[in-house]
């Protein structure tokens, strides 16, 4: 991906929810409260080759929206944020938008595509369920900081933290010999 598709990507994903965010956010602490529902992706959790710049858009917004969440409490604003796996929508296939294939990473990122390519149509999530979902967390008077939407979702998500903790409990000495 060259460096000004990525920036477009990014102006688009991230920097777009940043600038609805920015605008409806005095608004919300003036009334002391009210919701704010960012739309991030499994893929704001758990990257895959082939899909990094999409995942950093949403790791962006999520790491952003987590920070907000904990600033906007105190005027009783929540932040949630959605985390869908799959769902019948126009995502993937003929639809998306794909940068060139650099031949020294087609192998490494066959698979994604393949599988992106394959759920088109395919895709396991119903998108009403998935709207009634939300409503139903954000209708909750504590409602989730992250809602994993989907069996592919909270399967992918788990098994990414579960990946995290292994690695944090491999390597708790070593990580934990830094301090002075």
Not at 92 to 98: D, H, I, L, W
Not at 142 to 156: E, I, K, Q, S, Y
Request: aromatic share 6%; proline share 5%.
């Amino acid at each position: 991906m060259e460096l000004d598709e990525l920036r477009s990507l990014m102006d688009v994903m991230f920097f777009g929810a940043v600038a609805v965010t920015k605008a409806v956010l005095p608004v919300l602490r003036t009334q002391g409260n009210g919701a704010i529902v960012q739309m991030s992706s499994m893929g704001g959790q758990v990257s895959m080759p082939g899909f990094g710049a999409y995942c950093a858009a949403k790791f962006a917004l999520e790491g952003l929206s987590e920070a907000l969440a904990a600033e906007v409490r105190p005027f009783g604003v929540r932040v949630v944020i959605v985390e869908p796996g799959a769902f019948r929508t126009e995502f993937g296939g003929g639809r998306m938008q794909r940068s060139r294939i650099i031949e020294e990473y087609a192998q490494s990122t066959a698979g994604t595509r393949a599988a992106v390519d394959a759920m088109d149509g395919n895709q396991p999530g119903d998108p009403r369920k998935a709207a009634r979902a939300v409503l139903e967390a954000l209708a909750h008077p504590d409602p989730p900081l992250r809602l994993a939407l989907g069996n592919d979702a909270v399967d992918a998500i788990a098994a990414h933290h579960d990946m995290v903790r292994a690695d944090l409990t491999t390597w708790e000495r070593l990580s934990r010999s830094t301090d002075l």
